[in-house]
């Protein structure tokens, strides 16, 4: 914190007051370095993952045997 900054001028902080709102409307994950340099959003990344369920989807019906 700054020196200019008094702790009492910012009141009583409340741990994880937003944690449970939070946590119900999101869900976060940690992406590796390597990983993480091909997307610069969480829409590029919500693109990509979407793309590969539904190629899996579709290969998956292409391979299932016919009964």
Same mark, same amino acid.
């Given at each position: 914190m700054r020196a200019h900054y008094n702790r009492d001028d910012l009141g009583k902080g409340v741990r994880g007051k937003y $944690?449970?709102?939070?946590? %119900?409307?999101? +869900?976060l994950v940690l992406l590796q370095p390597e990983?993480?340099? $091909?997307?610069?959003?969480? %829409?590029?990344? +919500?693109?990509?993952?979407?793309?590969?369920?539904?190629?899996a989807q579709t290969s998956t019906h292409l391979t299932k045997k016919s009964s």
């Open positions: $944690f449970k709102e939070f946590s %119900e409307g999101h +869900n990983v993480a340099k $091909f997307f610069p959003s969480e %829409e590029a990344v +919500n693109e990509a993952l979407l793309s590969l369920i539904k190629l």
